[in-house]
T-cell receptor, first 113, second 114 residues
């Protein structure tokens, strides 16, 4: 089992460019999440998907869109990147009734110049 | 308002000693969950322990225990018999069903000294 995988691992974008971060899990989890981690601020929830076909905003959704493509995959899109979106992005998944026990991917380090 | 507060940016502990990492939280929900994650320097997030607000006993998982004091709204992590591999960032977090959201604290960097 690979667990939760994320691509790419690193990315540098210019302001205004767009990109999609990919996430996939092979644990048959219903729920998936996207977080960003900034220095000194811990993790903040961007969007989550409680089950296939549903998505909801988290604490910091502005500037992002998500797609729950199927049960395995949950992508995060930046339509017009801004320097404030420089961060490390983590995808996670969990069983529906065990949201506290999330399994995290290795993260994507994004720099927007 | 800050939902989760970790007041110790950094902590040091001698190998084999116990250490307590502080966490206080703010919620008006009666039902909520508290949990701790570890983030080693490699960057991955590792789930450690969970405490439900209605759980009467403090949660324990091996060398980790959660000192839950509901009236004081605190959920401190106790690591017994520290090991060098415990050196990492530790995050306290809370889930509130009302908001269906999860909030993390800013983290505490623990360094275990040989």
């Amino acid at each position: 089992n690979a667990g939760v995988t994320q691509t790419p691992k690193f990315q540098v974008l210019k302001t205004g460019q767009s990109m999609t971060l990919q996430c996939a899990q092979d644990m048959n989890h219903n729920s998936m999440y996207w977080y960003r981690q900034d220095p000194g601020m811990g993790l903040r929830l961007i969007y989550y998907s409680a089950s296939e076909g549903t998505t909801d905003k988290g604490e910091v959704p502005n500037g992002y869109n998500v797609s729950r493509l199927n049960k395995r995959e949950f992508s995060l899109r930046l339509e017009s990147a801004a320097p404030s979106q420089t961060s490390v992005y983590f995808c996670a998944s969990s069983e529906a009734n065990r949201a506290y026990e999330q399994y995290f991917g290795p993260g994507t380090r994004l720099t927007v110049t | 308002a800050q939902k989760i507060t970790q007041t110790q940016p950094g902590m040091f502990v001698q190998e084999k000693e116990a250490v307590t990492l502080d966490c206080t939280y703010d919620t008006s929900d009666q039902s909520y969950g508290l949990f701790w994650y570890k983030q080693p320097s490699s960057g991955e997030m590792i789930f450690l322990i969970y405490q439900g607000s209605y759980d009467e006993q403090n949660a324990t998982e091996g060398r980790y225990s959660l000192n839950f004091q509901k009236a004081r709204k605190s959920a401190n992590l106790v690591i017994s018999a520290s090991q060098l591999g415990d050196s990492a960032m530790y995050f306290c977090a809370m889930r509130e069903p009302t908001y269906n959201d999860m909030r993390f604290g800013a983290g505490t960097r623990l360094t275990v000294k040989p």
